[in-house]
């Protein structure tokens, strides 16, 4: 898919990996919308990049559908959803002081990582589904983010490996319900990234990870990530794939 003069949604685009895919798509020619709750961060990102912020709560099914609204009506034809909102909790199922994970943590993890996904996927994908179709009769693409947490889930990470699992589950049924309107559904699983999220792990307990990379030995960059977006979006045979990213690390159980 050609992203000059196209539309691109995208979610937790006020930081980290969610920024620098807002910084590659508008820097291939795409409009974006810097859709994320953070409105200071959001417009910041926006303001940088050319785009458009609106402040959007992806589990709330109105808030995403105004931020479809409004990318549906800049003009160039919504083509372009990627999901970068999300949280990380850390806690055990059973925690050392033998008290049980607390029911709301797994609960918000599950909506904003997994309902939130969806929410963006289902709504986006009915706009693209009204544009004109190109080449091969594409209308869009989604792009989703997984984890390796979702298949190598650690001691800690029941309720972040259980979203972001069924996240790379949801890849496949997604792209066959979507393959009727032509839009492509790809989801990519980073590893250990330099991003806010990863510095707030206290330094003693991320060397140990680091040196489980396989090559290159050092952390993936956002501007990595937002490559492989782009990448994506723009080979048209990439679909229902889950795409791992992650310099060939394989996180150990704690």
Do not use: W
């Not at 496949?172 to 707030?200: E, I, M, Q």
């Not at 307990?205 to 990379?213: A, E, G, K, N, S």
Request: proline share 6%; aromatic share 4%; charged share 20%.
């Amino acid at each position: 898919m050609e992203l000059r003069g196209v539309t691109a949604l995208v979610s937790g685009a006020g930081g980290g990996l969610g920024a620098a895919t807002a910084r590659e798509l508008a820097g291939a020619g795409a409009h974006v919308v810097v859709a994320d709750t953070d409105t200071r961060a959001g417009a910041a990102v926006a303001g940088e990049v050319g785009g458009t912020f609106v402040e959007t709560d992806v589990t709330r099914a109105e808030s995403v559908e105004h931020a479809v609204e409004v990318a549906a009506g800049l003009g160039g034809p919504l083509r372009v959803a990627v999901s970068c909102a999300g949280v990380a909790p850390a806690a055990r199922t059973l925690g050392l002081d033998g008290r049980p994970h607390d029911l709301e943590i797994f609960e918000r993890a599950l909506a904003v990582n997994l309902v939130g996904t969806f929410n963006v996927m289902r709504l986006a994908a009915a706009a693209m589904a009204a544009t004109e179709p190109l080449r091969d009769g594409e209308r869009g693409v989604v792009v989703n983010t997984s984890s390796a947490a979702a298949e190598d889930g650690q001691a800690g990470q029941a309720a972040y490996a259980a979203s972001k699992g069924a996240v790379a589950a949801l890849t496949l049924p997604a792209a066959r319900d979507l393959a009727s309107v032509g839009v492509r559904v790809c989801a990519l699983s980073p590893g250990l990234f330099d991003t806010p999220l990863f510095g707030a792990i206290p330094p003693e307990f991320r060397r140990p990870l680091v040196r489980q990379i396989v090559f290159p030995p050092r952390l993936g960059t956002p501007a990595e990530f937002a490559r492989a977006v782009r990448a994506v979006c723009e080979l048209g045979y990439l679909n229902a794939a889950v795409v791992r990213l992650d310099g060939g690390l394989r996180l150990p159980k704690s």
